[in-house]
């Protein structure tokens, strides 16, 4: 390790900025959110940098830095793209014994600064040792979408409580289990969900009766998407990752499983036409159980949980059986696999509506009120209506929907098993006889889908 980590304190301490453009605007903005006072000079200053830095208390002087310029600095910045200043900075601030940094320039550095991901008080830094800054930078990304921005105030909630905390259990021990708990638990969930007041008043009430643990379970109704796992929402990988148990069901794709809780329980619930490995009743009931034993449970459900996923059914019983629950939306369906089949739901020109239909059958036939589903300037999509398309089609057709409209079957969407299948909804059905389609699929029907031959090779290119 070349560097030794460190927080330097800048609060309300002056430090010297050298350089006047828009990298010197970048540092005295970094500079300044770490409350320190900057003093610039430079010839040249742009109008932005100077504006801040007046309007926070700073100085600026245009004109060419000298040695002296140093003083009593602990921190100077040179942020110049003339070598000859860079290296008279540098110089100066050695001599002086005070911390100096040269952007992008480690070898006229004794300190580097570090791509950070602020939740205020929570800080991440990460560094190459300047071998490859944009690296750090791409890993700082990937670490973002995995911190919260309401992490600070969890941080600033566990601040508050230390002192508390300490007074209650006098063993350092005691005091981590009690923080592993509930930084996890649902005082977290209260503080990161922006409910600050309920979660004190939980952390307070744990600490009056002297519990170190909460046995109350929870149940996390998350939204899975279309299939592939980038499509996630940054809070349902969080959950995900907090769950003792998962029960999911067969539109979960494998990819989006796998970021579950390796060590969790995993229990399928899935259902197939006529094939149901639980009733639906049943599931409702197996949420309620676990939970009671204590256990946070993770619902995971392909789309969207509230768009004919049944999330609200299974949250009414968690109401009644006062069991707390979180509820994540996800990316649905209809615009997951649009997207990545290249068609807009809704176009100026094409589509100033669109209506979300479940195409499931009853009693052979689609149980669809379809006069109201013939206005061309509508997009329609089919959720589940692989067995009924040609029930669909034929019944849009009969009721007066133009026979040569547009429409497509979506096979696996967002995955890299998507297939596209487009014609009209009077010889949709025939084109996919014999293709061997298999759930899950969507059928877009309305004039978005001609757009399809034109936007399909832009989409985002499925991973999952």
């Known amino acids: 390790m070349d560097y030794l980590p460190l927080f330097y304190d800048v609060r309300n301490r002056p430090c010297l900025l050298v350089g006047g453009g828009e990298v010197a605007l970048r540092k005295a903005q970094s500079l300044i959110r770490s409350q320190a006072i900057v003093h610039v000079i430079a010839p040249e200053i742009d ?68 791509a950070v991901i602020d939740r205020d008080p929570l800080i991440v830094a990460i560094s190459s040792g300047g071998q490859a800054p944009v690296l750090a930078r791409q890993l700082r990304a990937r670490i973002e979408s995995l911190v919260p921005a309401s992490y600070g105030q969890l941080a600033q909630l566990g601040g508050r409580f230390r002192e508390r905390v300490k007074q209650v259990f006098s063993s350092p021990q005691l005091r981590r289990r009690f923080w592993e708990n509930a930084l996890q638990g649902v005082p977290a969930e209260l503080a990161l969900a922006g409910n600050i007041e309920a979660a004190e008043r939980l952390l307070q009430e744990q600490l009056d009766s002297g519990e170190s643990v909460s046995t109350q379970g929870e149940v996390y109704l998350v939204g899975a998407g279309p299939g592939d796992p980038d499509l996630l929402t940054f809070r349902a990988l969080r959950l995900m990752q907090q769950a003792d148990v998962v029960l999911y069901d067969r539109l979960v794709s494998q990819g989006v499983l796998d970021l579950a809780r390796k060590d969790a329980e995993r229990i399928y ?99 669809v009120h379809f006069p109201e589903l013939l206005d061309p300037a509508q997009t329609l999509v089919f959720y589940m209506g692989l067995v009924g398309l040609p029930d669909i089609c034929q019944r849009l057709i009969d009721h007066g929907r133009d026979p040569h409209t547009p429409a497509a079957l979506i096979e696996k969407g967002t995955t890299r098993e998507q297939r596209v299948f487009v014609a009209t909804i009077s010889d949709l059905a025939e084109k996919i006889a014999g293709q061997d389609v298999h759930g899950p699929t969507l059928l877009i029907i309305g004039d978005v889908v001609s757009l399809h031959s034109k936007l399909h090779w832009f989409h985002p290119r499925p991973v999952g």
Do not use: M, W
């Not at 000298?66 to 001599?95: C, F, Q």
């Not at 995971?300 to 509230?306: C, E, T």
């Open 47 to 114: 109008s932005a940098l100077e504006q801040l830095v007046r309007e926070k208390g700073g100085k600026v002087e245009y004109r060419f830095f000298e040695p002296e310029d140093i003083g009593d600095y602990r921190l100077v910045v040179a942020a110049t793209d003339d070598e000859a200043v860079n290296k008279s900075v540098s110089s100066a601030a050695h001599a002086k014994g005070c911390l100096i940094n040269v952007v992008d320039n480690p070898e006229l550095s004794n300190f580097i600064t570090p």
């Open 269 to 367: 619930v899935g259902k197939r036409r006529s094939d149901h490995a639980l009733q639906q009743t049943a599931i409702n009931q197996l949420l309620v159980d676990l939970a009671k034993q204590g256990k946070r449970v993770l619902r995971l459900k392909g789309g969207d949980p509230f768009i004919f996923g049944r999330g609200g059914e299974e949250i009414e019983q968690l109401a009644e059986e006062g069991i707390p629950f979180q509820v994540v939306p996800g990316i649905t369906a209809a615009s997951g696999c649009a997207s990545y089949a290249g068609i807009p739901l809704t176009h100026r020109d094409h589509a100033q509506s669109v209506r979300f239909i479940t195409g499931h059958l009853k009693n052979g036939q689609s149980n």
